[in-house]
T-cell receptor, first 113, second 112 residues
């Protein structure tokens, strides 16, 4: 059974729209993360959460907003989508925030037209 | 801003051969170096971490860290076609808030 679920697997959006990427982990981990992968930047750290609290934000744009409704959920809301946002977005989790292996989900591939 | 440099960008080795990947960080306050592997269409998966000088071996994989030069290498012996993937070096650091910075990756192709 998949331990980290990301939905949807593929997503096509139009410029200016808003989308939410879903992530759920069933590993019992306390820390969750979002990363972005594109041809321009192979794997870029975006956010980290620990016990549902935002700990680190390396994203310059406020258009990206993580949302944690439950300890094992970390969704990513993206507003005012731009073609440059096209990328694969990976959710990851680890036992705790520092020094632990991160487990990655299968990713959501977002294409903005 | 911390940088993680990987070399080579791509590497081709025959089945059964040795693959050697390199990584250098600019952050002297690192906590761990990590190696991750990503097969096409999947998320990255951790292979191993290292934080002490010297070698760490896990099966066919050996990481070597030189803290003075902030350089880590990954050696894969008896390479298999299933080892063909994108390999990332990542550095975890507490500098400016805890984060993990990934290098740009080395694409390994193991040919039968």
């Amino acid at each position: 059974d998949p331990k980290i679920i990301q939905k949807p697997k593929y997503l096509v959006a139009v410029t200016g729209s808003e989308k939410i990427l879903i992530c759920e982990q069933y590993l019992g981990h306390n820390a969750m993360y979002w990363y972005r992968q594109s041809a321009k930047k192979p794997l870029e750290f975006m956010f980290s959460y620990s016990y549902q609290k935002l700990m680190d934000n390396q994203t310059a744009s406020s258009r990206f907003q993580p949302q944690s409704s439950k300890k094992n959920h970390l969704d990513l809301q993206i507003t005012a989508l731009k073609p440059d946002d096209s990328a694969t977005y990976f959710c990851a989790s680890s036992q705790d925030r520092q020094g632990y292996e991160q487990y990655f989900g299968p990713g959501t591939r977002l294409t903005v037209l | 801003q911390q940088k993680v440099q990987q070399s080579p960008e791509s590497l081709s080795v025959p089945e059964g051969g040795m693959a050697s990947l390199n990584c250098t960080s600019s952050d002297r306050n690192f906590q761990y170096f990590w190696w991750y592997r990503q097969h096409s269409g999947e998320g990255p998966k951790a292979l191993m971490s290292i934080f002490s000088d010297g070698d760490k071996k896990e099966g066919r994989f050996t990481a070597h860290l030189n803290k003075a030069s902030l350089h880590v290498s990954l050696h894969i012996r008896d390479s298999q076609p299933s080892d063909s993937a994108l390999y990332f070096c990542a550095v975890s650091s507490g500098t400016g808030g805890y984060k993990v910075v990934f290098g740009s990756g080395t694409r390994l192709l193991v040919s039968p």
